[in-house]
């Protein structure tokens, strides 16, 4: 089901076009920008499905791609367009994704608290079937391997983002008796896979997972990937700082806890001030021992098996580095 809160658009038939090939000079059917590069080049509308690119000319007619956002490691494209005056992020999920479904859910559902801030980008233009959402530009600049990576007021206010994005009204809040059980399952799964991990590793992993309880977890509207890049910050008149958040594909109910084992595993581990000004914002540090133990070791199996199925090697030997830090 398609859902739509934007322009108004001319709808037109989309034409035949050709395979995806960079041109120096524009041509007809075409979504054209500049790369990374900076040089002139026609990216083709062919990159979507046909579904998708059926949507788009009805939602967007007149969108010219500027950039590509994209991480190239999962099947999700990302393209930064603008449609006459205005700039709006398009994503599109190829036959394997699943990450837009959750995305649509995220803005539909949760994402409210953070959008009537302007601390989320809002959502224009939906269809789950044709996996496929459009959503206005949120300005800013990625936070990670920026100076603010390391400004403790840009951490302050992350922790304030992810406390109003947990603190959801009773509804999208509920207590879940199975979580516990069928996350450890989810990561017995993962070790069945194909990966890297010692076998001796994989033996005591699976050991310690056969000696954890199950109790019934509370689950809250979360993030699933809250780290720095995947913030944006912009400089503010009188020298402040606003912090945004962006990419939802894994959002989803689960313990609140989990939203911090990212940015545990990738920041706070060698920054404690950062650490020390994240909860601050968030108003406590609600990280139980053993429960937190558990969701360190499935994200740190997970990071692992799937890294190593999509070929990103640094995620890969951080992964293996934390199950080697966690089973010492």
């Not at 010692?198 to 109790?215: D, L």
């Amino acid at each position: 089901m398609s859902y739509w809160s934007g322009p108004t658009a001319r709808a037109s038939p989309p034409e035949a076009r050709p395979p995806l090939i960079r041109y120096r000079k524009p041509r007809a059917n075409w979504l054209s920008g500049i790369d990374s590069l900076g040089y002139d080049v026609m990216v083709g509308v062919e990159v979507l499905s046909k579904a998708q690119r059926d949507l788009l000319v009805e939602w967007l007619p007149d969108a010219r791609v500027v950039r590509s956002h994209g991480w190239g490691l999962i099947a999700t494209i990302v393209l930064e367009v603008t449609h006459g005056e205005e700039r709006f992020i398009v994503k599109a999920g190829g036959e394997s994704d699943h990450h837009i479904a959750r995305e649509i859910r995220a803005h539909r559902e949760w994402l409210g608290p953070w959008v009537e801030t302007g601390r989320a980008p809002r959502l224009v233009a939906a269809d789950v079937g044709a996996k496929l959402l459009v959503t206005r530009f949120l300005p800013g600049e990625l936070v990670l391997d920026t100076a603010y990576a390391v400004d403790p007021e840009v951490f302050r206010q992350a922790g304030e983002l992810l406390a109003a994005l947990h603190a959801q009204p009773a509804h999208a809040v509920h207590l879940d008796p199975d979580y516990e059980a069928d996350a450890n399952a989810s990561i017995l799964g993962w070790l069945a896979k194909d990966h890297g991990i010692h076998p001796e590793m994989v033996r005591r992993v699976r050991e310690e997972i056969a000696s954890w309880p199950t109790p019934p977890v509370t689950l809250v509207p979360t993030h699933g990937d809250f780290q720095p890049r995947n913030w944006l910050a912009e400089g503010m008149p009188g020298g402040r700082v606003e912090v945004r958040a962006i990419d939802f594909g894994r959002a989803a109910l689960r313990p609140a806890m989990t939203d911090f084992v990212r940015s545990t595993t990738k920041v706070f581990r060698s920054a404690p001030v950062l650490e020390a000004a994240f909860f601050d914002g968030y108003g406590s540090d609600p990280r139980e021992p053993a429960e937190w133990r558990r969701h360190r070791v499935r994200d740190a199996v997970g990071v692992a098996v799937w890294s190593h199925h999509v070929g990103a090697e640094e995620f890969e030997a951080l992964g293996h580095l934390l199950l080697a830090e966690l089973m010492t």
